[in-house]
């Protein structure tokens, strides 16, 4: 088991290492302690996955405008006026996912690439969201949907987009945000599903109530912080 590697997109680690990241990231009563710490440097759980404020599971109002501050990506006023905008557009895509269809599943049947084109297009559209890319509005949605909508920054896009033959996403200046998370979550699913055992080992280093999408990002953001990570996004962040 020592020796097993677990691979997200065209990078890996050794599992015992992912298995501590995993134990580490996720230790609210660790992360409470290092928030009154001195110099302490509290991870985001359970904060950002268990935070309050009062929306249903199809409604996303200011609070969850502002998550992600908590994941260290702080949406500007303008960003939020923007948000706001296009919140109806965001909830009805919340709408037409299932509470309970996870990514691997939507991707066997064939249903995951219009809500994710969905969220994307919002991006591509010909009056764009000033201050909001890819990363802000992943970090807001994948709260609502977390067993559906992959987390998005640039260390994944690290982990997952590259020029060598073993990364699954080629650059491509010319990709459009919708193009490029419909790649995104066919990329993760074929991760997951190609690599059962790794995953259902650090899912059981997790709490129950952490899903695949969002261990398989603390892998990725560890892999993507490291030496040599390309950090920059297909489009504006």
Not at 44 to 67: K, Q
Not at 73 to 88: D, E, F, Y
Request: hydrophobic share 40%.
């Amino acid at each position: 088991m020592s020796g097993q590697i677990v691979r997200v997109g065209g990078r890996s680690v050794v599992l015992d290492q992912a298995k501590q990241w995993i134990r580490q990231y996720f230790d609210a009563e660790a992360n409470r302690a290092a928030a009154v710490a001195a110099k302490g440097r509290p991870y985001a759980f359970p904060v950002y996955d268990r935070m309050e404020t009062g929306s249903g599971p199809n409604e996303l109002n200011d609070g969850d405008l502002l998550a992600p501050v908590l994941l260290n990506v702080t949406p500007k006023l303008h960003a939020v006026l923007n948000l706001q905008a296009v919140r109806p557009a965001l909830e009805a895509v919340l709408e037409a996912i299932p509470p309970g269809l996870t990514l691997r599943d939507a991707v066997a049947s064939g249903v995951h690439a219009e809500p994710l084109r969905r969220i994307g297009g919002l991006l591509d559209g010909p009056a764009p969201l000033r201050g909001v890319g890819g990363t802000i509005l992943m970090k807001i949605m994948h709260r609502k949907r977390p067993l559906f909508l992959p987390l998005y920054d640039t260390q994944v896009y690290a982990c997952y987009c590259g020029s060598g033959d073993q990364y699954p996403i080629k650059k491509s200046p010319q990709r459009t945000w919708a193009q490029f998370f419909q790649l995104l979550g066919d990329a993760v699913a074929r991760d997951l599903d190609e690599q059962p055992d790794p995953w259902k080992t650090l899912m059981g280093c997790a709490p129950d109530d952490v899903s695949e999408l969002r261990v398989l990002d603390v892998v990725a953001w560890n892999l993507g912080s490291g030496t040599g990570a390309h950090t920059t996004e297909p489009l504006s962040s």
